[in-house]
């Protein structure tokens, strides 16, 4: 019988083969990819439980043979050596050390292989390779996100290992590439709530969430706003024990999701909003909900990259994985809003939330026919007119771009802050049109009133040649 492999870090690496870990950094380094992997499976033929090593040669592997062969193919068995999975098994099952540097060298030539995936994930599984086996079908959900069923099986992996908000992570990934997936779409549910109870504390301790809440009986459930937050956890903590007896009580579940939209758990809120909606036949209140949570976990998530980005500012992987991240969501706000606009095409709210999708995606040609729509609804009138005249300043035409501004002054009578952002734009309108005067005129109204808005006080003063 093979000795037990046990995964170790870096750190415990013998000092021979931290050599020629290090030479594989370098190699990479100096991108000499098909030389690193070659370190990296020496590295591994002596100390298979270094996972960094396996990760790295599949890096490097990815970046030389993955090119022609990125999505794997879960369905064959024979590779291009001629050796098959059940060549391999058998590899594996006499000597398992040897068995697994055979699948590295087929790893190697086809690196995001489902089929080889997961006869790693299920060597890893046997000799307790824990986040071995995690790689091995992490690297299957970045390489071919298309093997669902690989999918399921590492969020059924990291359900076993009591990491719910993974497994909700990866059941999100299955949804995106087939929504009709009734499975994930309930696996992400169950696992959204599992991985709440556990940030809230409440994960086997129910009942002191029960006493605690039992304690405040003179406070009325009903009024959220009145409560403090650890009166909302108390309540939450119950709420999620009902939920466990019955995962169908909409009124439950709206109480859930209300409750973490108050604590400003956006991808919890949009779970239970979104189970809600299910239950209760449509309920398209619901939906704007859910819908809405996801995009201020959306707006959260580029925040988090953007604060990233001020601190290493020539990280230029992480700009483009922030304009690629703004792209793919403002794509799909421009999908939800026109779905919507499509079941409800009468609707002025439905058209405005279109217009403003496709403004900020920058189809301002596309924008502008549902914005001229929406202008019949008294209460948007004036944001659809602000975009208006965004969007025809945009396209260069900025005497339309006025008189949509215009138009938005003459409904606005205080000087609150709508009406200054409209003045603002006109000045800027204004400025472009090189009507100096006019811009002026804009900005004093605001520097009169509000001296800190924006950079009005430095354009007014410049202007005076203070």
């Not at 975009?387 to 771009?401: N, W, Y």
Request: hydrophobic share 35%.
């Amino acid at each position: 019988m093979s000795e037990p492999i046990v995964e170790i870090p870096e750190g415990q690496l013998p000092q021979n083969v931290r050599t020629l870990w290090l030479k594989s950094l370098s190699a990479v380094e100096l991108q000499n990819y098909s030389y690193a992997v070659s370190l990296c499976q020496a590295i591994l033929k002596d100390v298979p439980g270094f996972v960094e090593a396996r990760k790295l040669a599949r890096h490097c592997a990815v970046k030389t043979a993955g090119a022609g062969k990125k999505k794997g193919n879960a369905m064959t068995q024979i590779f291009s050596s001629g050796v098959s999975v059940s060549r391999l098994q058998g590899q594996i099952k006499k000597d398992v050390k040897a068995g697994l540097m055979a699948l590295e060298k087929e790893l190697e030539k086809d690196p995001n292989s489902g089929t080889l995936n997961d006869l790693l994930f299920d060597t890893a599984i046997q000799q307790n390779m824990s986040e071995t086996a995690t790689f091995a079908l992490e690297t299957v959900r970045k390489g071919a996100p298309e093997n669902t069923k690989l999918l399921h099986k590492l969020a059924s992996h990291y359900l076993a290992r009591d990491m719910p908000q993974e497994a909700a992570g990866v059941y999100k990934d299955i949804i995106k590439q087939d929504p009709t997936d009734i499975d994930a779409v309930k696996g992400e549910k169950d696992s959204t709530a599992r991985a709440s109870m556990k940030k809230g504390g409440w994960e086997g301790g129910f009942e002191d969430s029960k006493k605690d809440a039992e304690g405040d009986k003179e406070q009325d459930d009903s009024d959220r706003a009145g409560m403090t937050r650890d009166q909302k956890k108390a309540k939450l903590g119950k709420l999620m024990e009902q939920y466990q007896a019955d995962q169908n009580n909409i009124g439950v579940v709206k109480e859930i999701a209300e409750l973490y939209e108050d604590f400003g758990y956006w991808p919890d809120a949009h779970v239970f909003y979104s189970w809600a909606y299910q239950l209760s036949h449509k309920d398209v209140t619901l939906k704007n909900k859910a819908e809405k949570m996801k995009n201020k976990d959306a707006e959260e998530q580029i925040k988090k990259l953007e604060e990233q980005l001020v601190n290493d500012p020539g990280n230029e992987e992480l700009a483009a994985e922030i304009l690629s991240y703004k792209q793919a969501r403002s794509a799909e706000s421009v999908k939800e809003a026109q779905v919507r606009v499509d079941q409800n095409p009468t609707d002025p709210q439905l058209r405005f939330d279109l217009g403003l999708a496709l403004y900020n995606s920058g189809d301002y040609n596309g924008a502008i026919p549902h914005l001229q729509q929406a202008k019949r609804n008294p209460h948007i009138r004036t944001r659809v007119l602000l975009t208006l005249g965004r969007s025809f300043d945009a396209k260069g035409m900025f005497d339309i771009a006025k008189s949509q501004l215009e138009e938005a002054i003459e409904d606005l009578h205080s000087m609150d802050g709508t009406k200054k952002e409209v003045l603002y734009e006109m000045g800027l309108i204004y400025t472009k049109m090189g009507d100096k005067e006019g811009a002026l005129g804009c900005f004093k109204q605001i520097y009169e009133v509000d001296y800190g808005y924006r950079d009005v006080a430095q354009r007014v003063e410049d202007a005076y040649g203070s």
